[in-house]
């Protein structure tokens, strides 16, 4: 019995030294390697398009127009980014700027469902001249521009500055209803837009629908909807683009305030987006030719309080947009 008991005590130590062994080694296999945080990033991108339409109005007289943007961004957490960002793009200005180089910075925290940005964006535009529509001794500048060789004569009758830079401070606040979902809104304000002496304030809502992944198959082409309605409010313009000694607005007139939107679909494979998008405004061809100061505007009978001329642009009207553009970032694209 005394042997049996030995043997049996035995084999209890063997199997439990056994099991206990095959127990270790499974708790002393490696834990995969911890990734390190890395807060930097930089996104870059680049477009072309049928035409540069912002807030409803063509910055490129509905013609072509290229662009590119360099971001690098600073992630304090997953929830908190901190960015500076250039971008550039071509446009058609009465002053004859052929650029629009943007300057912007600002912070992005998500909470939730939201996300936020909250920044600065400057706008200049580099290259222009005095654009007058009076003639002095031979030389343009006998109205509102400085006597000078430079001077651009508009012979709609339009004036526009040499120098339109201008800034904005702006609020964007999205939120995810689900993968497919998305809805937002804008704000922006300018104590001086486009160096006019007018304030503006912009406002708009926004939504978004993504279509599932695998609306086109395994392709890897993937599909949304998305638009925007906004409104765009403005102060009085300084006496550089009044209407005229003796005129209800000799110092300065009255900017219209307008209604925008923009409704378009797009398609996206890898890190290319094709945009097709329907873009309008409710300002008329008159109060748009005032705005704007418009190189090309025609005709007599547009004829508004604070376009007295009566030249008309169409450069607020509908528009399409074809717009062919690729989106990278370091850690994503070039690891």
Known sequence: MKKVALLATALAMVTTGSAFAADMAVKAKKAPPVVAFDPWDI????????????RGVTQSNHQPSVTAYFEPRYNVTKDLQLYVGVSAESISFANRAAAEVDVYGGIRPTFGAFAFDIGVWGYLYPGGSCADNVL????????????????????????????????????????TINDSF????????????????????????TAKYTAPSTVF???????????????QWFGTSDAFYGTGAGTVFANGIPYKDYNTWNIGIGFTYKVFTLDLRYSDTDLNKGDCNAFTS???????????????????????????IAKLSFDLTAMSNLK
Do not use: H, Q
């Open 43 to 54: 996104a870059f991108g680049g477009a072309i398009m049928s035409d540069y339409i912002f």
């Open 217 to 231: 198959g395994p392709s890897g082409v993937g599909m949304y909807v998305s638009g925007e309605f906004g409104r």
């Open 294 to 320: 418009a190189f090309n505007a025609t005709g007599t009978t547009n004829v508004t309080a604070i376009n007295p001329g009566g030249a008309g642009s169409n450069w607020c009207g509908a528009a399409g």
């Open 182 to 205: 998305t809805v937002g809104a804008t704000e922006y304000y300018s104590p001086n837009f486009l160096n006019s002496g007018a304030w503006g304030n912009y406002a708009s809502l």
């Open 136 to 175: 002095t001794g031979g030389i343009p500048g006998g109205n509102v521009c400085g006597v000078s060789t430079t001077t651009i004569f508009l012979a709609d009758g339009n004036v526009m500055k040499k120098d339109v830079s201008f800034f904005e401070v702006y609020g964007k606040v999205n939120y």
